[in-house]
């Protein structure tokens, strides 16, 4: 399975950007797909997930209520939508995939097999 991540760039704060994720290979739509973020100097870190199906979601508090995860009609495409962005929501994110058997374990990168490369997200004051 490959993973290619797209939509960062830079955006004020308080605007909105829209994250893609698309895999390749029938295999994905058996994945769980998670969204990760790692800004300079800290430890990557959980954003969001959603299971195969798409009825199931989880989310780090620090973006409940801003971010929405979803997952195309194919389950090969994963979408997040960032909005009220903060200069703290300033990171690379990266997409994932894996196989996982519980909401709460999406929020664990060491249950991702695949991951995409990443796209840099900015926003300033």
């Known amino acids: 399975v490959q993973l290619q991540a797209s939509g960062g760039g830079l955006v004020q704060a308080g605007g909105y950007l829209r994250l893609s994720c698309a895999a390749s290979?029938?295999?994905?739509?058996?994945?769980?797909m998670g969204w990760f973020r790692q800004a300079p100097g800290k430890e990557r870190e959980f954003v969001a997930a959603?299971?195969?199906?798409?009825?199931?979601?989880n989310y780090a508090d620090s973006v409940k209520g801003r971010f929405t995860i979803s997952r195309g009609n194919a389950k090969n495409t994963v979408t997040l939508q960032m909005n009220s962005l903060k200069p703290d929501d300033t990171a690379v994110y990266y997409c994932?995939?894996?196989?996982?058997?519980?909401?709460?374990?999406?929020?664990?990168?060491?249950?991702?097999?695949?991951w995409g490369q990443g796209t840099l997200v900015t926003v300033s004051s």
């Open positions: 994932a995939a894996g196989s996982i058997s519980t909401s709460q374990a999406m929020a664990f990168p060491r249950e991702y097999r695949y």
């Open positions: 959603i299971s195969r199906s798409g009825s199931s979601t």
């Open positions: 290979g029938r295999a994905a739509i058996s994945y769980e």
